[in-house]
């Protein structure tokens, strides 16, 4: 053991070194690492240079962290009115059939009655290709359907959402959702945030520095669903009665089918209109939504056209004359700043479901910074007194177990820059926790060392004995360790999960450096110093 | 130069004795806790309760914590709790569960409105009524995942006996630890669920390492009658210990006095913890081998008159 061959001391040293420069990005802020990596030369090879550094959590930098959750009921609300869209758009393309009573709405799902049977034939195989297989990376092409068609007596058809299919539809809800937060976020102008998804419906957004998340909450809270709809001749038939915008209180009859959608924009812009000077938004559409917009414009000249925002009529113009180059503009009593909002709805898109928050956490800049400075003091000091009682206890020893330790602690701080792991309050606990027991892996071997040399043997053997005898127990208790750590990992979330990360990598370099470094600066002292005996 | 030496190197303090004392004393304790866990009961935080906490520091650096709780009562949202963190004029206010997942922002608006002229705001958490049910459940599956992993561990690596004994061990570890937190107050939230994982992975590390010496003994003398190997193993790993323990603390103390205010809580929990695993490491895991009948190589092992009773095998 005690024999260490060159190239095994320079592979050492040089995994070591590796190791440790990849914590040095680490201890800059991001300009600076940006102004370094720009300053090389061309010709140098930049993936030398460790690029990645720790990311410190909102409880060290201070920010924002909102835990949104897709309102189920509201999903379903919306996957049922778009069903009885489909539905009524199978009815009209089959030949205008009507069902009696309309179509209703029943939970999770909707009904209607067609007494004629010969119509019910012609018109249930195209409602059944409404249903679609479910398909995704887990289930492959066996997930079954997202509706359920089944056909009651007296002539009633039933269609309602299958329990796979709500599922699949919140999944994809989800990512939909993720995308237009991003988009509502990064049009707003703030620096880096995070989205993650979170389990089955939620969506963690974290974003630093900002301190007064209401502003991010109420436009998160907003759907934002543009429909363009006619607005209806009387309160009665296909209509919905739609709160006003204008006139509060009242109530409009809008009919029920859309005409175009805010989904086909490509664009919308504040503007102010030419000759009142009101703020507006001019939008423009896609081809889809052009040709819809068109078509639905021409064959209501004359007629009003209800613009529904969230179920709210933000205005209803008259239309003069056909609309056929996709673009318009919505008028409504707009502020400046509300006309800027709805623009940057509008571009990120609408949310697929009503997101509520069921979480919020805010770190003020203040305890973010207190934070770091207490965490990095009591490093230090339990740096010190470690290494003080190291030495003072093993002499030599000791000082080799306390570089050990500077490496552990280096090695740990290299890999969290690798993983771009984030560092938290807990984590700064964890590593002066892992100050503490690291020297344990050291003190085993030593205190066995010892016992051996007492019981007779020569410093070698003793040296070789301590080692082996050391090593099964070392891998016992931080096997221990280790499985209780990874359940916190798995179990935790934010801080506890930091917490976490910093004790399995604190386990894991423990035992790779109290049985590499350890042993080799023994076996160099000793093949140096040749001692008669033991120095402690 | 002379070296610091906290342990002698050849000890043979019979620990195995003490277990008179020790196990009424952490039968007693461990019943004590229980007692108080519900009665008196934890301090738990948001994460467990749900509701809103705000921490807020006057601008004037100190605080009136009469006049918070006043105004703070005064929003109609309940009893709020309200009490003063450090120096510096820092109060941690907390406001109970509001129905419904809106109900928290509505505490809110009312406590910038109210604070926000003479107080800043450090933080601020809320948790709605869905999350802190998913953290309670997830905290105690965690707690009692990592009890049941590591008695797996162990009944793999060690024989049935030094498994049960370090099982028996870790329980009275986190029992006691739940008694630190009712006694002192000390606010329960996730974090907590992690000092107390923590502390299991702590507890089971000591153990296991007088146990590892136990086994080793074991096979290198047959014979020998329980309480004498137990107090053997003890001693020999004793010097290692009394090291181990040391450095842990002295760490863990840098950290409650520097660490500053949010994590004194867990970390003066991790320094009690680290006391409580070492006594019980010794004290209360491997004497409780004694009881479980330690067997050794088919003999079951006699204790010596000396040493305390030790139920007969029934052979």
Known sequence: ?536 | MRLLRLWPDESHVDFMRFRRFTFPLSAFLSVATVVLFLTVGLNFGIDFKGGTLVELQAKSKTADVGAVRHTANGFGFGETEVQELGGEGTVLVRFPLQPGEQGQTAVMQKAHAAFDADYVFRRTETVGPRVSGELVQSGTIGVVLSVLAVLFYLWFRFERELALGAIVGTLHDIVLTLGVFVISRIEFNMTSIAAILTIVGYSLNETVVVFDRTRELMRRYKTIPTVELLNLSINSTMSRTVMTATSAFLSLLALVLFGGEAIKGFAIVMLAGVVICTYSAIFVSTPVLIYLGLMLSGVKAQGRPAGGRVPQAAE
Do not use: C
């Open chain 1, 1 to 536: 053991m005690l024999r260490f061959s060159r190239t095994k001391i320079v592979t050492t040293l040089a995994v070591i070194l590796i190791g440790l420069s990849l914590a040095v990005p680490s201890f800059f802020s991001a300009e600076q690492r940006a102004g370094f990596m720009a300053s090389l030369p061309s010709w140098f090879p930049s993936w030398i240079v460790p690029q990645r550094a720790i990311v410190l959590g909102l409880d060290l930098q201070g920010g924002s962290q909102l835990l949104l959750e897709v309102d189920q009921n509201d999903l379903a609300k919306s996957l049922t009115t778009a069903l009885r869209d489909d539905v009524r758009r199978v009815l009209r393309e089959a030949g205008g059939v009507t069902p009696e009573g309309g179509i209703q709405i029943i939970p999770r799902g909707v009904q209607l009655r067609i007494a004629n049977e010969a119509a019910r034939a012609k018109v249930l195989p195209k409602l059944r290709e409404l249903s679609q297989p479910i398909s995704n990376a887990l289930v492959g092409q066996g997930g079954g359907q997202t509706l359920n068609i089944t056909e009651k007596p007296e002539g009633v058809i039933q269609i309602t959402l299958t329990d796979a299919g709500l599922t699949d539809r919140t999944r994809r809800a989800v990512t939909q959702a993720i995308e237009v937060i991003r988009r509502r976020i990064d049009f707003g102008g703030t620096k880096e945030p995070s989205i993650q998804q979170q389990g089955a419906d939620r969506i963690l957004v974290q974003v630093p520095g900002l301190q007064d998340p209401q502003k991010l909450e109420d436009q998160l809270g907003k759907t934002a669903k543009l429909e363009f709809r006619m607005l209806a001749d009387s309160p009665s038939g296909d209509v919905d009665l739609l709160p006003s915008k204008d006139e509060k209180g009242a109530r409009v009859p809008v009919e029920r089918r859309v005409m175009a959608s805010g989904a086909d924009l490509t664009d919308a812009q504040p503007a102010f209109d030419h000759q009142t000077q009101e703020p507006m938004v001019s939008f423009k559409f896609n081809l889809k939504g052009a040709q819809s917009f068109g078509q639905a414009t021409s064959e209501n000249v004359g007629r009003r056209m209800a613009i529904v925002l969230d179920n709210e009529v933000v205005s209803a113009p008259r239309i003069n004359t056909p609309i056929t180059g996709g673009s318009g503009q919505i008028t409504g009593n707009f502020t400046v700043a509300q006309a800027n909002e709805l623009s940057i709805l509008l571009r990120a898109g609408a949310l697929p479901a009503k997101l509520t928050v069921v979480e919020r956490r805010v770190v003020g800049p203040g305890l973010g910074s207190d934070s770091i400075q207490a965490g990095k003091y009591a490093t230090l000091v339990a740096g010190a007194l470690v290494i003080a009682f190291m030495f003072a206890t093993y002499g030599v020893f000791g000082f080799f177990a306390n570089i050990a330790l500077i490496v552990h602690v280096g090695l740990i701080l290299g890999l969290m820059s690798v993983l771009e792991a984030t560092m938290t309050l807990p984590g700064i606990a964890g590593i002066v926790l892992t100050i503490g027991t690291a020297v344990d892996s050291n003190v085993l071997i030593y205190e066995r060392v010892r016992e051996e040399v007492r019981a007779g043997r020569s410093i070698v053997s003793a040296l070789q004995a301590g080692f082996d005898k050391a090593f099964a127990t070392i891998i016992d208790s931080n096997s221990t360790m280790a499985i209780a750590a990874l359940i916190l990992f798995f179990l935790g979330s934010g801080p506890v999960k930091g917490f976490a990360v910093v004790f399995i990598l604190g386990i894991l370099t423990t035992v790779i450096t109290a049985v590499t470094l350890t042993r080799m600066m023994i076996a160099l002292w000793y093949n140096m110093a040749r001692p008669k005996t033991l120095p402690f």
